[in-house]
């Protein structure tokens, strides 16, 4: 896999972890990298993920997707169209995150 996608994918993961409302979704095509999810009322509202170089969000209720350059871009994107998918992460104290584990294979 080419390098921009394992760095986008890491920002992605520096930006979302531990925020109220986001979580991490597996995919069930063999290889396919999770989906982030943000859930708002019990209902996913939108998902993003890292293609390549891109951040890639998917909106249920609208049927869209949106290609952002980078997190950067997408960050932009959340602050003007859903704030409150950025509230501050809570921080867990005690070893390593789920998150953490799942990304390392070993």
Do not use: H
């Not at 999770?34 to 993003?48: D, I, M, N, R, Y």
């Amino acid at each position: 896999m080419a390098r921009g996608g394992d760095d986008a994918r890491k920002q992605i993961v520096e930006l979302l972890q531990g925020r109220p409302g986001w979580r991490l979704e597996p995919r069930t095509t063999p290889g396919a990298s999770p989906l982030w999810c943000f859930v708002a009322e019990g209902k996913v509202v939108f998902s993003v993920t890292a293609e390549g170089g891109s951040v890639r969000l998917y909106e249920m209720d609208l049927d869209r997707e949106l290609v952002f350059g980078g997190i950067a871009e997408l960050t932009t994107w959340l602050r003007s169209n859903r704030a409150d998918a950025l509230q501050e992460a809570t921080r867990r104290t005690e070893g390593r995150t789920r998150v953490k584990k799942f990304f390392e294979w070993g």
